[in-house]
Each structure stands twice: as C-alpha cells, then as structure tokens.
C-alpha cells in the first residue's frame, strides 16, 4: 500500500517559480511509492490549518516556499500533537533555514534529496505560547520581512531588505529591558536582538557567529544596544561585518532559555512573520522539537 503524503506550496513564495516544477517534483513522490496530497496554500495561516486536518493521515509532509510556510507547517504539526517528518524544498527570497541545512536550491533536487533522505532531529524555539523554527526577533529591521511588498521581494531578494530597512536608519528606536538567561544578566537600552538556531539571518551569514549547531538545544544570543554617537555605530557595523565581536555595543551568548522584561510593548518577528507585541517574552528551546529529512550526505 502506498504512503500517504501532504504536499504544501505557497505559489506566490520566491517568484512564483515553484508552480512550474509541481508536475515533476509529484511524480518523483509518486515514484517513490507516495500517495500524494497536493495543496497550494491560498491565505496566511492557511498551512496550518491544513496540516491539522491532514496530520493524523499521512506519513510524511513537504512543504515549498519560504521560511514562513515552514514555520506554519510546524506550527500547525505542533498543535496537532503528531509527530510526522518534514521534508522542505525551498522557494523564498532569502531560505536562512534551508541554507543552513544545505538543502539543495534546486526544487527537484530537494524533492529527490526527501525521498532519498534520512532523517534529521532539530531543535525548534517556544515563544511564550507560541513557537518558531530559527529566530525571534525585535527592533531596526525585524518588521521589514513582512512589511516589504511581496512583488518588490520577488523583484529584488536581498536588497528589497536593505532598501526597505535603510529607510528607517535616521530614526531607530531603541527598547530599555532586563534579559536573563542561564548565568547571564543585562540592562539597558537596545535597538535590535534575536534569538536564533540558523547560521544566517536575513541571508547574511556574519551576523551570528560560528559553532552553530542546529540540535544542541542552544540558541544563540545577539544584542546591539543603542548606539550614543557615530564612533559607537561604527563598531557595531564593523563587528558584524567581520564577525569579531570586539565592541561593548554588541551582548552576544548562548542559552536554552531567556527571559526578556521590557518597559513597553515591543513588535516581534517569527521565523520572518509578525509575532506580535510583547513586554514579557519566555523563549526556551525545544530540543529535537521536529523530524526533518535531509539529503544524508549533508546531515551534520
């Protein structure tokens, strides 16, 4: 008897490209010896409605699209309470998660990489009583993913991020928290942090640091605080760049869990998505939170 497979695709993720391999990548599942279950995803939220539905019948679920698809197919698997492997070909504009994999930027590839594949425990991040796959983030930047027009993203990729994000340099706000972690304890005014198991964000590979591994059950912890004058700017840009953290602007460590209390309300990001406003946020890692099937040459 055939196993039974759910196959999700956003068709407006990247370019739109994915709707012209979805011939192709079905018949290697079906090939393989899958019984497969097509949908493209037609709103936000729609993945995860439909994995609920489909968790309890099938033995495996793909998803194409961007790193947002992945995360409300996880979201979805989460809240179903099932525990059925992933397989994931990725269509975005920036795939930080699939990069970090090494999943194959070819559509079919990936799909032949599934089928052929093996499985691959990973960690994944609880937010609150929510979760996310690679980071939780908040301040400059953070909300250009998801309010940069999806057609000028497609049009452009990285430097739609940029373009959008630069606009906003000259007037940066700036959050007073208190973040603990296990052994750690910081105050102070900050205009970004993120919490992260990726090995780039926003397709740069500089901003977390080296030594990540993505089912240690540790997240890495990268806090600028606000910057006074242009000299202090500077070295937060050149410790970036050159991945040398030799400035007191930038407070960065791992952690299976933290805890961030802030003056205010702050706007977060998900896994690219808006996450909500929050003053009180509890992040712990999940350790081996999902099953994903990676080509087995590549499993770290």
Same mark, same amino acid.
């Given at each position: ?97 699939? &990069? ?43 909300? #250009? ?30 959050? +007073? ?37 993505? &089912? ?16 202090? +700017?500077?070295?937060? #840009? ?7 953290? &030799? ?9 299976? +869990?933290? #805890? ?7 706007? +977060? ?11 009180? #946020? ?19």
């Amino acid at each position: 008897m055939a196993k039974k497979m759910l196959f999700i695709f956003n068709p407006k993720a990247g370019k739109g490209l994915m709707k012209n391999h979805i011939y192709e990548i079905v018949e290697i599942f079906t090939k393989a010896g899958f019984y497969v279950y097509v949908y493209p995803t037609q709103k936000a939220g729609d993945a995860i409605e439909k994995v609920q539905e489909f968790a309890k019948e099938v033995e495996i679920i793909v998803c194409s699209g961007g790193d947002g698809t992945l995360d409300e197919v996880v979201t979805g698997l989460r809240q179903s309470g099932d525990n059925v492997p992933i397989g994931y070909i990725p269509a975005g504009s920036t795939n930080d998660f699939a &990069n970090s994999l090494s999943i194959s930027k070819d559509p079919i590839q990936a799909a032949r990489d599934i089928v052929d594949g093996a499985l691959y425990p990973c960690d994944l991040g609880a937010f609150n009583s929510d979760t996310f796959v690679y980071v939780a983030a908040f301040g400059v930047f953070t909300d #250009v993913s998801y309010s940069t027009n999806q057609d000028l993203k497609n049009a452009l990729g990285h430097m739609a991020y940029i373009l959008e994000g630069a606009k906003k340099i000259t007037n940066i706000p700036a959050y +007073w928290m208190k973040v603990t972690a296990s052994g750690v304890t910081l105050e102070g005014e900050y205009i970004y942090g993120m919490i992260t198991n990726s090995k780039s964000v926003g397709g740069f590979k500089n901003l977390i640091g080296e030594g990540v591994q993505l &089912n240690d059950g540790l997240f890495e912890v990268t806090l600028i605080r606000k910057p006074k004058n242009p000299l202090e +700017w500077q070295s937060i #840009v050149t410790a970036l760049m050159t991945k040398m953290d &030799n400035t007191d602007m930038i407070d960065s460590f791992k952690a299976d +869990w933290v #805890v961030i209390e802030a003056g205010e309300e702050i706007p +977060w990001t998900l896994d690219g998505e808006f996450g909500g406003d929050h003053s009180f #946020v509890r992040i712990d890692a999940i350790k081996d939170g999902i099953e994903l099937i990676l080509d087995k040459d590549k499993i770290q």
